[in-house]
């Protein structure tokens, strides 16, 4: 099951999502680039629910943790406050075990800027990296399947 994920395609998942700019700028009218990892997760939020999980679910139901493993920004421009932004996601998995999230936020279908995220998948009870859990591969299969059909 796992094998044949992976040699799919190297993005399994691509989605749109759009997120309230509300933090303040300073006084160019930058939002600094660590302001955007917290609209990042709210997309990563966004994404889980939309294939009908969530952290708690995963860790209480399932026993299993998404450990944020590490992330990089590139790309801040200007950006008005308080404004709607529009974030494509794009999502890999690498080597079975990382779950790779591409985010880029646009604003009137310009690129404002770019963020790369890595998540684990970890056991709850060994505290241990495992694969990735079956039911979440089906769960992105499906949600492939949607989208295509």
């Known amino acids: 099951m796992l094998s044949e994920m992976v040699d799919l ?3 399994l998942y691509e989605g749109n999502f759009s997120v309230r700019i ?12 660590d302001s955007y990892v917290p ?9 889980l629910r939309e294939l009908g999980f969530s952290h708690k679910f995963l860790l209480t139901e399932r026993g299993v943790c998404l450990i944020h493993h590490g992330g990089k920004s590139k790309n801040s421009k200007e950006l008005v406050k308080y404004d709607d932004v ?12 990382i779950l790779e999230l591409k985010y880029k936020f646009e ?6 800027f770019s963020y790369n995220s890595k998540w684990a998948f970890v056991d709850a009870k060994t505290k241990k990296p495992i694969l990735a859990p079956d039911f979440f ?3 992105l299969k499906q949600k492939a399947r949607k989208r295509k059909g």
């Open 22 to 33: 509300i933090h303040e700028n300073d006084s160019y009218g930058h939002l600094h680039y």
């Open 107 to 112: 604003k009137n279908g310009e690129d404002v």
């Open 86 to 97: 529009d974030v494509n996601l794009e999502v890999s998995l690498r080597r079975g075990i």
């Open 137 to 139: 591969l089906d769960a």
């Open 9 to 11: 395609a190297k993005k």
């Open 39 to 47: 609209y990042a997760d709210v997309v990563t939020d966004s994404f």
